[in-house]
């Protein structure tokens, strides 16, 4: 399994230009039609201020809520996308891996509203950076979860947990090299923040309005008791 | 709204004789090849020993669990069910319906290991019934549900709550009328539960061993804060 987990990283370095113009540009569909906006409606909803964008990417999330007043910290494992965040403003960018996050989750600070994974948590392993998160949330504070529905990202059966390669054949040219991730099932999903002591209490499932069809999954969860050290 | 839950109770009474036959005779292929083990699967893990079994139809439920010393106590809205559950033993089975349940859930008793409601959860407005499931749960037990898993359910767009149909084309003659049941998305499942006081801490997803589809959702929660009243 450290292949696809090497390429993944890889193919953001590879891809990280194309991938900002393909968000500043609109181009991907479920985004610009349901995804983006539920995620923010996620946040506002929480009434956050202080919140932490992990695998910030290019940083579009933090410049919407930055027009709210929403103090945004972002990291992503990719030094080329946090250079392009930075350049477009509306937050604090670091460039930090996900294990250097579970290493120190307080680094770049803690007491978060809102801890954010908008189509971050690519990897096998999440455990570490789902402890890392709930680490750095405030008692009060939640983590949202935004992800493929296991509707559609499990259409091809077998219907369980495995790597998968998205092409990028609908966001056009650009696009230097496949990029790995890791589906999981909603069984799955569930038991990792449960054993992240993360409790889920909501989830969404915003629709594409033409297909009705569900876009994504936003997992909503909140501290729970200490897992702990590894869960058994 | 009202026409379809009357259609729903009065096809159980049409349906007794066809849909005991049915499962008796394994005609019904999920529930054959891999949700009836799911559930007693999860019974099991739970080392219940006392279950109440909500929606116990003709009681194959109980007949199983009986034979590895659990004590089930069951009920269901159709007295033609219950007669026939009773017949073939098992259990301590009640004709009572879901709204007697729910005006006084202890009436058969409480402090259950776990409450079972498997593939009987079929109404519009279950906030009742499950709030009546958490009331009778002990403070360890723990409350299953098992139904139609929303890849499935809900593969006719758009993906949403409301009533669908089941003809029992599958399953041969003797159906004397379609059952009107109410279809509902992963989220409206969650929000359910959370608003009756009950805490999701696992969901199952059985496959089919031949397709790889899902061919049920299992949820497994337990009693969590007291919910107060109704929920806002």
Do not use: K
């Not at 933090?62 to 477009?88: I, K, M, N, W, Y």
């Not at 937050?91 to 994974?117: I, K, Q």
């Not at 789902?130 to 008692?139: G, H, I, M, S």
């Amino acid at each position: 399994m450290d292949d696809p987990e090497r390429r993944l990283v890889a193919s953001w370095r590879a891809n990280a230009r194309a991938w900002t113009r393909s968000v500043r540009e609109g181009r991907i569909e479920s985004r610009r039609v349901a995804t983006d906006r539920a995620i923010l409606d996620a946040v506002r909803g929480l009434g956050a201020r202080r919140l932490l964008d992990v695998g910030c990417g290019e940083g579009w999330l933090a410049r919407e809520l930055a027009q709210e007043g929403v103090t945004v910290v972002g990291f992503d494992g990719s030094r080329e996308l946090v250079v392009r965040a930075d350049q477009a403003g509306g937050g604090r960018f670091h460039h930090l891996t996900y294990a250097g996050f579970a290493e120190n989750p307080s680094r770049l600070g803690d007491g978060f509203d809102a801890v954010v994974c908008n189509f971050s948590l690519l990897s096998e392993d999440i455990g570490p950076v789902l402890r890392a998160c709930r680490a750095v949330l405030a008692p009060h504070g939640a983590l949202l979860v935004q992800t493929v529905h296991p509707v559609l990202g499990g259409s091809e059966p077998p219907y369980q947990d495995g790597w998968r390669e998205e092409r990028f054949d609908a966001l056009g040219e650009g696009f230097r090299s496949a990029m790995p991730w890791f589906f999981r099932t909603l069984a799955t999903w569930i038991r990792e923040l449960r054993e992240a002591g993360l409790q889920l209490h909501e989830c969404r499932e915003p629709l594409s309005p033409t297909t009705g069809v569900p876009l994504s999954l936003l997992l909503v969860a909140s501290p729970g008791p200490d897992p702990g050290g590894e869960p058994c």
